[in-house]
């Protein structure tokens, strides 16, 4: 193995079923991984995980980093302030947002989407520990 190669990071099991809802919310976010990369003249991150939203109270969100959500399951609505539009997403859709998008998350039952986004790890996803996959154990397909 080349000196120059590094080795993926696998997460056996991690799924968006183990995500907890805060005590009192019916939205919340997991982050999955976050990457650092030095390849501009400033740092910057590329972070992925779930964002999980059941029916009842909006949430409002003004960007200061950009993102995008990729719908898996549900419904995920978007009201875009800057047009007045409300966007229902259903699974397929993507949704880009840029840096000063302010928006109101909702949903009229649940939505699952995956996104990244472009900040450091802020809300780590929980039942992560002991679910990476042993980098010295050779896989076989």
Known sequence: MSSDLVPLTIIKGASHE???FPAGENATVADFHSIR???????SYLTSGFYKIEKGKAYPLHYSCEETKYVISGQID?????????????PGDF?????????????????????????????AHPNLAGREEDVKSKSKL
């Open 78 to 90: 978007v009201l875009d302030e800057a047009t007045g539009v409300t966007h229902h997403l259903v």
């Open 37 to 43: 990369t030095n390849t501009t003249d400033s740092p």
């Open 18 to 20: 183990f995500i907890p």
């Open 95 to 123: 949704a880009f947002f840029y840096v000063n998008s302010k928006v109101q998350f909702s949903t009229k039952s649940t939505g699952l989407a995956f996104y990244a986004v472009t900040r450091p790890v802020k809300a």
